[in-house]
Every structure is written in C-alpha cells, then in structure tokens.
C-alpha cells in the first residue's frame, strides 16, 4: 500500500453543475463491511472485511493508520480514475494520508484490516 492517492481540491467532489457527487464516508457507502470500533473527538477506529469480488463505492478518509488482520490483494481507484493495486500482510502497520477512493478485492481472500481515522484538534 505505497501507493498515494493525490487529494483533489474538495470543490471538484461536491455536489455541482457538472454533476459529480461528494464522497461518503466509509461506514456510510459501505455500511455491510464497516463497523465503527470507537469514535471520540481524536480518533475514529473502523473494522472493515470483505469477500474476493467485493466492491466500494467512492468514499473518504482522513489521515489514518491501516493494521492489517488478514492478508489481502486490492485495487484502489481515485476520483480521477487512476488505478493502484495493493498488498497487504498480517502484522502490518501502514499509515495513510487523507484520500478519496473506491476499493475492490481482487484477491482470493478476504480483506480483514483496523483503520484508525486521526480527526484534528478542534
């Protein structure tokens, strides 16, 4: 999971003219496979599976630290269509910038990983 996602400017994701639809927050577009571990005002803790096949909607995420459970292979693609594939292997621990993407599982297990959403001091 090196690969980085470019943010584009939030104005490009709201709703508009052009029609192009503001991203939704995970448990929101993917609410069968995200389950909210804890929320305060520092941090949101998600637990996310899936199955091979298995598809997101385009979602958002802010700065956020990924411990991956189980093994897995994905393709991320980006508000601009570009495409990454990823690897993950249990026991890692990878951070991640804020980002916009849909996911697929295109691997042969299941996608089993904690994510820890880092929210700004208020």
Known sequence: MKATVKILPLVCLSVCAT?????EDPPKA???????????DRVRVLEFRDQPGDKED????PDYVVYV????KRKFTGPDGKTNEA??????VLW???EFHSGENIGTTGTH??????????
């Open 58 to 61: 385009m979602h958002s995420h």
């Open 113 to 122: 990983v904690i994510l820890i959403e880092l929210k700004e001091e208020k």
């Open 30 to 40: 993917d609410s069968d496979n995200y389950k909210v571990l804890l929320e305060n």
């Open 69 to 72: 459970v189980s093994d897995f």
């Open 96 to 98: 991640r910038d804020a």
């Open 87 to 92: 690897e993950g292997k249990a026991g890692q």
């Open 19 to 23: 029609g192009a639809v503001l991203a």
